[in-house]
T-cell receptor
Framework: EAGVAQSPRYKIIEKRQSVAFWCNPI?????LYWYQQILGQGPKLLIQ????????DSQLPKDRFSAERLKGVDSTLKIQPAKLEDSAVYLC??????????FGEGSRLTVL | GQQLNQSPQSMFIQEGEDVSMNCTSS?????WLWYKQDPGEGPVLLIA?????ELTSNGRLTAQFGITRKDSFLNISASIPSDVGIYFC????????????FGQGTTLQVKP
C-alpha cells in the first residue's frame, strides 16, 4: 500500500515570496491533516479536512496560509507571503481510523 | 491552551538498557497515542491507547494509559541502536475531541 506522498521535499525561498506544498493521501482515507513542525517542537495542527470539507482550521494563519482539498483526495497548502517564522517542516497526514494518522515524509521550508 | 508535557526532554543510554518516558497534561484525555519520528521522516504510530488503565505492548514497547487520564507512559525494553529517534505522545483532549495535539518530544540516543 502506497503511503502519504508529499512534494517538494525541500524548498528555499525569500521572505515575502509564495510557496505551495502538495499532498496525496493514502487511498480511501477520508481525513487529511496538515501539521507544521518547527525544529525542536512537536507537530502543530494547521488544518483538518474530512473529505473536501474543513473540520478544523482554528490554528491556520488565514492572512497568509490557505489550503484546499480538491475532490476530497489531493490537497495543497499555500503560504503567501512567507515570513521568516514560517521556516518549518510541513507534514501531511491521513487517517481511516480516527486518530491513527499516517504521515508523509514532510516538506522542509526554509525562508531567508 | 491544552499542552502535553513530555519527560525527559532527552535521554542518552547504553544499548541493552530499558527506557522509560512519560507524558502529562493538566487536561483529561480519552485517547493516548505514541509516535516515533526518525530524522527526515514523518512520525510513525507505535501504540494507541483508548481506555484508562490500559496497558498495551508492541514488541519491546509497552505503553500505559494513566488512571487519572492525565498521563501516559512508554517503556522500551532492551534498547537497540534503531530505537534512536524522537518519541512523541499525542491525544485529543476530552474538552476538544476534534483536535489531535502533540507533546514536544523525547529524544532518545542509544550508544552501541
Amino acid at each position: 500500500e502506497a503511503g502519504v506522498a508529499q512534494s517538494p521535499r525541500y524548498k528555499i525561498i525569500e521572505k515575502r515570496q509564495s510557496v505551495a506544498f502538495w499532498c496525496n493521501p493514502i487511498s480511501g482515507h477520508a481525513t487529511l491533516y496538515w501539521y507544521q513542525q518547527i525544529l525542536g517542537q512537536g507537530p502543530k495542527l494547521l488544518i483538518q479536512f474530512q473529505n473536501n470539507g474543513v473540520v478544523d482550521d482554528s490554528q491556520l494563519p488565514k492572512d497568509r496560509f490557505s489550503a484546499e482539498r480538491l475532490k476530497g483526495v489531493d490537497s495543497t497548502l499555500k503560504i503567501q507571503p512567507a515570513k521568516l517564522e514560517d521556516s518549518a517542516v510541513y507534514l501531511c497526514a491521513s487517517s481511516l481510523v480516527v486518530w491513527e494518522l499516517f504521515f508523509g515524509e514532510g516538506s522542509r521550508l526554509t525562508v531567508l | 491552551g491544552q499542552q502535553l508535557n513530555q519527560s525527559p526532554q532527552s535521554m542518552f543510554i547504553q544499548e541493552g538498557e530499558d527506557v522509560s518516558m512519560n507524558c502529562t497534561s493538566s487536561s483529561i484525555f480519552n485517547t493516548w497515542l505514541w509516535y516515533k519520528q526518525d530524522p527526515g521522516e514523518g512520525p510513525v504510530l507505535l501504540i494507541a491507547l483508548y481506555k484508562a488503565g490500559e496497558l498495551t505492548s508492541n514488541g519491546r514497547l509497552t505503553a500505559q494509559f494513566g488512571i487519572t487520564r492525565k498521563d501516559s507512559f512508554l517503556n522500551i525494553s532492551a534498547s537497540i541502536p534503531s530505537d534512536v529517534g524522537i518519541y512523541f505522545c499525542a491525544g485529543p483532549p476530552a474538552s476538544n475531541t476534534g483536535k489531535l495535539i502533540f507533546g514536544q518530544g523525547t529524544t532518545l540516543q542509544v550508544k552501541p
